[in-house]
Nanobody, 113 residues
Framework: QVRLVESGGGVVRPGGSLRLSCEAS????????MSWYRQAPEEQRELVAR???????MYGDSVKGRFTISRDNAKATVYLQMNSLKPEDTAVYYC???????WGQGTQVTVAS
């Protein structure tokens, strides 16, 4: 059983920054590709960013240049640094082990003035 716990969400003004964290429960975390998804009300869940076990990254078009995904294998944690936040970034953000059935519970990010 794998458990993913997100943290770091909150309310921020446009142009502000937040850093999300996702801690995994298993020590084999280092072998997994990890993803961040988000889902806004009445919208489909969309891929935000992904990082492989070796550290290769990819980003959704809407966040390129503003968001950075990273990982600390020693802490079994993946991060999402979000800068220059916009109101349209408002969503519940989910951590996911790529291709698996395992998802975190989600953390709310609200960007509003």
């Amino acid at each position: 059983q794998v458990r993913l716990v997100e943290s770091g969400g909150g309310v921020v003004r446009p142009g502000g920054s937040l850093r999300l964290s996702c801690e995994a429960s298993q020590s084999i975390f280092r072998h997994y590709s990890m993803s961040w998804y988000r889902q806004a009300p009445e919208e489909q869940r969309e891929l935000v960013a992904r990082i492989t076990g070796s550290g290769d990254t990819m980003y959704g078009d809407s966040v390129k240049g503003r968001f950075t995904i990273s990982r600390d294998n020693a802490k079994a944690t993946v991060y999402l640094q979000m800068n220059s936040l916009k109101p349209e970034d408002t969503a519940v953000y989910y951590c996911h082990i790529t291709g698996s059935e395992w998802w975190g519970q989600g953390t709310q990010v609200t960007v509003a003035s």
